[in-house]
């Protein structure tokens, strides 16, 4: 029998080769890790405010130092950020700041920037845009209990209010409507709860109308997650429940130009500025500046970006999805998850370059919820081999390849994590210097 060689792992898909990416990520010096939070280094949770993080996986991503950035749809600040999580596990702000224990990068979609150090600012955002941000959280627990006032058996004052606190997140820059308690509170009344995701996709259209009137036509939009990808009209498609699948939980208002694929622009711009003193795309430039398509962001990294300075990328993310529905009696793909463009974006940057750019995806659907599909396992001749990812098994032709997945959750990616950080400390590094 004539011996195959395995191919590169950036070629592979569903690869379960965790030494190869702990080998990659531990000696590849010109690299930029680029990761979603939710899912991916914690647990998937009804409650936002139930999330922990382990500390040793925080410590791990110091000595990732300059090469490794968070791209995430949740925020930094406020009571369900992410640096409260870290805050109140290390005892205090102070020792947060004390030991740089803050994650790096780009929040909100992309618009709310960290330092290591705990710095937040907004690129590109206005006072008036925060402003109208700023009284959407009241308005979404106004209209929630108006959709409970009017139902025939509505939830009990005590249980619709605590609901309430914990389905409405006060982010800054992309206040939220999370309906995972909901969906768990209403999950005998199926109808109901999909009548509810209808009257939070009317809110949002509701406050893009307020906004227009207000003299903020075209400053935001509208995120679900997860969802079935874009429509014609380039708006997101919502993803009703059906049966015990909860759909598009989390309705937020976000800031145009807020999406993870332009983060990519951003903190590529912001890796290239630390290591030789320029901005490919100006000191100024922020996701708000930067095109929507992917064909579009592509070309301004071709455009700009020096090749012989290009990092090997790895992008990680737990939210990716797609579905075959029938239109005019012909299969058609849906294809969605809030992490699926930034992940395609940083896949089609390493073919450009040739750069063996890595997409890694952690399997999140053995948490609290139940919107993601498990990725299926068999074991053939004493391997475990990945047969079915998180996509519909009809949808053939998806362009984006996973090419590493951790079938065992956040739990199993951090402990690999762990394990390159410390190899990584110990070096030696191999590779491009810049």
Known sequence: MAYTATPPLHQQAFSLD???WIERLATTENLLIVQDLDGVCMGLVRDPLDR??????VEATQHFDGHFYVLTNGEHSGRRGING???R????EAQAQAGRYY???LAAGGVQWQSRAGQISHPGVSEAELAFLAAVPQKMSDRLRQFFQRQAE?????ALESAIQAAVLDNMASPTANLNTFHSLLCDRPGVYAALQQAMQTLMEDLLQQAARQGLKD?????YAPNHGRGPDGKEILWLSQGDESGTTDFQFMLRGAIKEAGVLALLNRYYAERTGRSPLGADFSVRQAPHSHEALLELVVQNFDPALMPTLVGVGDTVTSVVVMADGQPVARRGGSDRNFLHLIQAIGQHFDTGNLVTYVDSSGGELKNRRAVKLEDRDGITVV???PGDPRDGDDPLRLNVVFPGGYRQYCQAFQTAAARRKQGPIKGQTI
Do not use: K, N, Q, R
Request: charged fraction near 5%; proline fraction near 6%; include cysteine.
């Open 103 to 105: 994650l790096p990068g």
């Open 154 to 158: 509505p939830l009990a004052g005590g």
């Open 219 to 223: 400053c935001f939009f509208a995120h």
């Open 52 to 57: 922990v993080i382990d500390l040793g996986y």
């Open 387 to 389: 047969t079915a990812g």
């Open 18 to 20: 965790h030494a190869a």
């Open 89 to 92: 596990s290390l005892g205090g």
């Open 85 to 87: 999580i870290l805050e």
